[in-house]
Nanobody, 119 residues
Framework: QVQLVESGGGLVQPGGSLRLSCAAS????????MGWYRQALGKERELVAL???????KYADSVKGRFTVSRDNAKNMWYLQMNSLKPDDTAVYYC?????????????WGQGTQVTVSS
């Protein structure tokens, strides 16, 4: 079994920065893709950023140029650096991983961390 544990949310003023971290733990697994989704109150969960096995990335248009996804393969960790935050970025952020265990692929999610952008 694989678990994702995330950290780093909080309250920040508009224009500020936050860094989210996610750590995957377990045994005998590999990660094909990892990244972040978010869900604002009353809205559907949406993609924020993904980084793939070959290091290519994908971002939501709303965060391009402000957010950066990165990873540390040796530690099975990945990060979301969020700069120039806006009130519209307020949401619960979920880390995500597409994980391969014995050639069985499945989606894994963290528990979610609240990010609030407000003055």
């Amino acid at each position: 079994q694989v678990q994702l544990v995330e950290s780093g949310g909080g309250l920040v003023q508009p224009g500020g920065s936050l860094r989210l971290s996610c750590a995957a733990s377990g045994s005998d697994f590999s990660i094909n893709a990892m990244g972040w989704y978010r869900q604002a109150l009353g809205k559907e969960r949406e993609l924020v950023a993904l980084i793939f096995d070959g290091s290519s990335t994908k971002y939501a248009d709303s965060v391009k140029g402000r957010f950066t996804v990165s990873r540390d393969n040796a530690k099975n960790m990945w990060y979301l650096q969020m700069n120039s935050l806006k009130p519209d970025d307020t949401a619960v952020y979920y880390c995500y991983a597409a994980i391969n265990i014995d050639f069985m692929f499945d989606d894994y999610w963290g528990q979610g961390t609240q990010v609030t952008v407000s003055s």
